[in-house]
């Protein structure tokens, strides 16, 4: 790995609120629930380097009115300028959007926010919580880290068959569950699974990347009643539900 350290220090700053246009090349159906875009970066990989689970803020167009929402770089490749956008489809304008994105299409984007601390030491084993919005981060941290072996708790009401999974099925234990009572399933089924799983792995880490009320509620148990220290828990809200 070795690009998180500093990054957001040091270039972010500078960027701050920096607008860039990406340019859609090509549009693929990867499930009937996850769609694939590919895009130019209109500059902004060269200036802002790469670092793992990286996102941009896209401005979706809501009837006229700005509408912002996070998306993650897919194999950003900064010599090219290309990357790409997958989208967990559902109701909403960014959804909406990339349902019927062509190549030729724009969209404008902002570099605020995002940063990636390398865990250290880097974990053996990683105990990750994630859902399709969440995938290509997840899949990203997979790659970054290549951990030996992980336990992925992942939320989805779809086959996860066709979903671009990266892990190892020999090595990455996948546990695929449906989302139901609002996450409390997943919330219920971590905290049965997590606690004899953490005693067989030295130094854990805990990835957490789901829908905001479910990340919330997972990351208070990790830390508070599992007493995991902080440097060693990773969360964020992937998204809101209603
Ligand atoms: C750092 C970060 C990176 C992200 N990267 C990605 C990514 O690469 N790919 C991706 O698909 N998403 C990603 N997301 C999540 C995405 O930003 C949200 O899902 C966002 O709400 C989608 O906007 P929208 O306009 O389609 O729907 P909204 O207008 O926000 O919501 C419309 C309705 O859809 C529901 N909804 C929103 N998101 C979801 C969901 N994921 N699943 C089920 N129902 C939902 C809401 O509850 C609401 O009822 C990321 C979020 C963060 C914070």
Redesign the pocket.
Known sequence: MGQGHGWEGAVLRLLRGKDFTFTVTGAEDVTPHYRRLHLTDGGMLAATGVHPTM?VRLW?DNAGKP?Q????LVDPDPEAGTFG????L???????WARSAKPGDTIDATVQG?AFTEPDPTPAHLFAVA???????LNSLLDAMAPESATIWFETDHDTAGLPLRHTPARHDLRPLPRLENGAHLVTRVKSDLPALLKEHQDPYVWIAC?TATTRSLTSYVRKELALPRQRVHS???????
């Open positions: 996102w979706f509408h929402r996070a998306y993650t956008l997958e989208f967990a559902h109701e909403g304008c960014a959804s909406d995002t859902d399709p919005a969440s995938l290509p981060a829908d964020l809200g992937y998204w809101r539900a209603a």
